[in-house]
């Protein structure tokens, strides 16, 4: 068993730990990130198919974001290109989304194709864009700390348990937020969309997420390491504090 010594192991490098781990760094703690996987950036990352660069979850990041204040802060400036037009296709069918208003739309055309296949009765996902827009994202302003336990899929399935309606708010979620819509409490969803004013103002890395990821991996070895293909097989704790970790590194413990 080979040791080494740090002040702060992060296990995970999707955005939460990378973020976690760059901050670290930068405040003068020697860091150490560790992935199980041989790449970066967990649900915020690029995978090549065919030519092609593949998001492995985020798409859109937005201007005024966490992500952008990351890079900000750690003096990173990666090429971002502007979305001026964005699209959804639904039921095989591509919808234009407008600059303002978007989330809006987006139900409303939800709306009109379900109540077309005899699937929802009138009216019912546009009553969901009510509550969501005026409801759920003033009380969010409001109380941006408010109840945390009831996740957004629960929320939707009070108003509709329509599986069209949930995979593309799912997908809402997962492209803008990093997390499906079971994993993230109603309240972040309606803050994040109150602050980002309804999904305008968005950006793509023409160079994929990943290239991000692996500027931020900078700052981290700047002041420690970084390992990947590196599982956690156990977290040490003493007295209930965590003391240490065991990783396989290498084909070593």
């Given at each position: 068993?080979?040791?080494?010594?740090?002040?702060?192991v992060?296990?995970?490098?999707?955005?939460?730990?990378?973020?976690?781990?760059?901050?670290?760094?930068?405040?003068?703690?020697?860091?150490?990130?560790?992935?199980?996987?041989?790449?970066?950036?967990?649900?915020?990352?690029?995978?090549?198919?065919?030519?092609?660069?593949?998001?492995?979850?985020?798409?859109?990041?937005?201007?005024?974001g966490?992500?952008?204040?990351?890079?900000?802060?750690?003096?990173?400036?990666?090429?971002?290109?502007?979305?001026?037009?964005?699209?959804?296709?639904?039921?095989?069918?591509e919808?234009?989304?407008?600059?303002?208003?978007?989330?809006?739309?987006?139900?409303?055309?939800?709306?009109k194709?379900?109540?077309?296949?005899?699937?929802?009765?009138?009216n019912?996902?546009?009553?969901?864009?009510?509550?969501?827009?005026?409801g759920?994202?003033?009380?969010?302003?409001m109380?941006?700390?408010?109840?945390?336990?009831?996740?957004?899929?629960?929320?939707?399935?009070q108003?509709?348990?329509?599986?069209?309606?949930?995979?593309?708010?799912?997908?809402?979620?997962?492209?803008?937020?990093?997390?499906?819509?079971?994993?993230?409490?109603?309240?972040?969803?309606?803050?994040?969309?109150a602050?980002?004013?309804?999904?305008?103002?968005?950006?793509?890395?023409?160079?994929?997420?990943?290239?991000?990821?692996?500027?931020?991996?900078?700052?981290?070895?700047?002041?420690?390491?970084?390992?990947?293909?590196?599982?956690?097989?156990?977290?040490?704790?003493?007295?209930?504090?965590a003391?240490?970790?065991?990783?396989?590194?290498?084909?070593?413990?």
């Open positions: 068993m080979k040791q080494g010594k740090y002040d702060v992060v296990i995970g490098s999707g955005i939460g730990g990378m973020a976690a781990a760059v901050e670290l760094s930068r405040k003068g703690c020697k860091t150490l990130l560790i992935e199980s996987k041989e790449r970066l950036g967990g649900r915020f990352s690029t995978i090549n198919h065919e030519g092609f660069r593949l998001p492995t979850g985020a798409i859109l990041i937005h201007r005024d966490y992500v952008i204040k990351l890079l900000k802060d750690a003096g990173i400036k990666p090429e971002f290109r502007e979305v001026p037009r964005l699209f959804y296709r639904i039921r095989g069918q919808y234009e989304m407008p600059q303002k208003g978007r989330l809006r739309m987006l139900l409303e055309f939800l709306d194709a379900e109540v077309e296949r005899g699937k929802l009765a009138g019912v996902v546009r009553e969901v864009a009510a509550n969501m827009l005026l759920g994202m003033g009380q969010a302003i109380k941006p700390t408010s109840d945390r336990s009831l996740t957004f899929r629960d929320w939707l399935l108003y509709t348990d329509n599986e069209v309606v949930h995979e593309i708010f799912d997908q809402i979620c997962s492209s803008a937020i990093m997390a499906h819509s079971w994993e993230i409490p109603a309240s972040e969803f309606f803050l994040f969309m602050k980002s004013e309804g999904q305008r103002d968005l950006y793509v890395a023409p160079q994929g997420n990943l290239n991000i990821m692996e500027e931020l991996a900078k700052t981290v070895r700047a002041n420690g390491d970084v390992w990947t293909g590196c599982p956690v097989t156990q977290i040490v704790l003493n007295k209930g504090n003391t240490g970790v065991v990783v396989e590194k290498d084909g070593q413990t």
